[in-house]
């Protein structure tokens, strides 16, 4: 198994460009969820879905958006990036409601 | 709503010294709890984990009791190395909810 996958690792963005953040996982895990990372402020979830189809917000939405249109995937879209866009990303993936969950490695966006 | 709370970093020890980290919750329910550790330039990975009440979570010399009276799940370990330096959180999960965060703590071993 390959857990979970992301891609791009690095990407730098212009302000306003948008761009695709990918995420996969073959666990066949019901749940995923996106994450960002900055300094100082520990892990905030932005979306997350509990299964295809079915998708909702965290704790920080706003400037993006996710679909789910299989059980793998999971994208993460960003409408028109920010400098405040500017963080790590983390997807996660787990199976059942209290399972463990797992991460992948993690993209570095910079937004200039 | 679920939360967590964790004692504030950095944490900077000697090696083999007795390495406390406390984490204590609220939540609904009977949630699962985590510790995940973060090295240096990447990805969290779950260091120990516990799902009910007074089960004790162990892995590489970490160790964490979940204790339900206290709300508590203390990550302890008996004599840390410059390896164990990373960043460690605090998590739980109950019922079909987001996993939820502690804000982090830094540990900073130094030979």
């Known amino acids: 198994n390959a857990g979970v996958t992301q891609t791009p690792k690095f990407q730098v963005l212009k302000t306003g460009q948008s761009m695709t953040l990918q995420c996969a996982q073959d666990?066949?895990?019901?749940?995923m969820s996106w994450y960002r990372q900055d300094p100082g402020m520990g892990l905030r979830l932005i979306h997350y879905?509990?299964?295809?189809?079915?998708?909702d917000q965290g704790e920080v939405p706003n400037g993006y958006n996710v679909s789910r249109s299989t059980t793998e995937d999971f994208p993460l879209r960003l409408l028109s990036a920010a400098p405040s866009q500017t963080s790590v990303y983390f997807c996660?993936?787990?199976?059942?409601?209290?399972?463990?969950?797992?991460f992948g490695p993690g993209t570095r966006l910079l937004v200039l | 709503g679920n939360s967590v709370t964790q004692m504030e970093g950095p944490v900077t020890l000697s090696e083999e010294a007795f390495l406390t980290i406390n984490c204590t919750y609220t939540?609904?329910?009977?949630?699962?709890l985590f510790w995940y550790v973060q090295y240096p330039g990447e990805g969290l990975q779950l260091l120990l984990k516990?799902?009910?009440?007074?089960d004790k979570g162990s892995n590489k010399g970490f160790e964490a009791t979940y204790r339900k009276e206290t709300t508590s799940f203390h990550l302890e370990k008996g004599s840390v190395q410059v390896s164990d330096s990373a960043v460690y959180f605090c998590a739980l999960v109950s019922g079909n909810t987001p996993l939820v965060f502690g804000k982090g703590t830094r540990l900073s071993v130094i030979a």
């Open positions: 939540a609904t329910g009977y949630p699962s």
């Open positions: 666990m066949n895990h019901e749940y």
């Open positions: 879905s509990v299964g295809a189809g079915i998708t």
């Open positions: 996660a993936s787990r199976g059942q409601s209290k399972e463990t969950q797992y």
């Open positions: 516990a799902t009910k009440a007074d």
